[in-house]
C-alpha cells in the first residue's frame, strides 16, 4: 500500500545477530502493528503501538522489542535472531474502521 | 484468549460452482474483516463487517456477519479462476489499550476450470 513502506523488503542473516526492520507510515495513524505470517498460523500480533513511545506485546513477542520515537515509523528488532523467527513479517496501520498491511519483509535467518 | 477458527482450509472447486467459507470466533465482537492474499503478495482489504446482520457484497463475493453466533461466513457464487487466492478472516477485540486483530488461519481457494 502506498501509505505503509516496510524495509528492507528481504533479508537473510546469521543466527544470533540483531536484525531490524523498519515500517513507515504517511497516513499519520495513531495505531501501528507488526504480525509475523509462516504457515499454518495466519498471521500473529508480534507488538503493537498506539503512540509515540507507546507500545504493547501481542501474542507471540517473545525474542521481539519495538521502538516507535516518531508517528510515522515502527521498529522491530530481533536481539539476536533464531531459525524460529524466520518468517514474513507485515507493518499495519488502522483502527476498527479498518487496517491496511504493507508488502511485508521476508527474513530469512540461516 | 480470543480463537478463530476458519474452514475449510483448504478449498478446491470448479467454475461455475458455489461455496461458502465459515469463519467462527470464539469470545463476543462486532467487528470483523475478510482479506484476500495472493501469492507473496500483502493482504488486500476485501469486507470490513461492522455489526450484527451486516451483510456485503463485491462482485462474485459476498460476506455476512452474525454476532450472537460469532460467526462469518464469505459466500462465493460462480467461482472463476481469477478468485484464487488464500482468504483470511480477521476478529478485531478493541480494548482500552487499542484496536488489534486476531487472524482465522486462512482458506486456500483454488479454482479449477
Known amino acids: 500500500d502506498a501509505g505503509i513502506t516496510q524495509s528492507p523488503r528481504h533479508k537473510v542473516t546469521e543466527t544470533g545477530t540483531p536484525v531490524t526492520l523498519r515500517c513507515h507510515q504517511t497516513?499519520?495513524?495513531?495505531?501501528m502493528y507488526w504480525y509475523r505470517q509462516d504457515p499454518g498460523h495466519g498471521l500473529r500480533l508480534i507488538h503493537y503501538?498506539?503512540?509515540?513511545?507507546?507500545?504493547d506485546k501481542g501474542e507471540v513477542s517473545d525474542g521481539y522489542s519495538v521502538s516507535r520515537s516518531k508517528t510515522e515509523d515502527f521498529l522491530l528488532t530481533l536481539e539476536s535472531a533464531t531459525s524460529s523467527q524466520t518468517s514474513v513479517y507485515f507493518c499495519?496501520?488502522?483502527?476498527?474502521?479498518?487496517?491496511?498491511f504493507g508488502s511485508g519483509t521476508r527474513l530469512t535467518v540461516v | 484468549e480470543l480463537k478463530v477458527e476458519q474452514n475449510p482450509l483448504f478449498l478446491s472447486m470448479q467454475e461455475g460452482k458455489n461455496y461458502t467459507i465459515y469463519c467462527n470466533y470464539s469470545?463476543?465482537?462486532?467487528?470483523l474483516y475478510w482479506y484476500r492474499q495472493d501469492p507473496g503478495k500483502s493482504l488486500e482489504s476485501l469486507f470490513v463487517?461492522?455489526?450484527?446482520?451486516a451483510v456485503k457484497q463485491e462482485g462474485r463475493l459476498m460476506a455476512s456477519l452474525d454476532t450472537k453466533a460469532r460467526l462469518s461466513t464469505l459466500h462465493i457464487t460462480a467461482a472463476v479462476h481469477d478468485l484464487s487466492a488464500t482468504y483470511f478472516c480477521a476478529v478485531d477485540i478493541g480494548e482500552t489499550s487499542g484496536s488489534r486483530l486476531t487472524f482465522g488461519e486462512g482458506t486456500q481457494l483454488t479454482v479449477n476450470p
Open positions: 499495519a496501520t488502522g483502527t476498527g474502521y479498518g487496517y491496511t
Open positions: 497516513e499519520n495513524h495513531r495505531y
Open positions: 503501538s498506539y503512540g509515540v513511545k507507546d507500545t
Open positions: 469470545t463476543t465482537s462486532d467487528r
Open positions: 463487517l461492522l455489526s450484527n446482520g
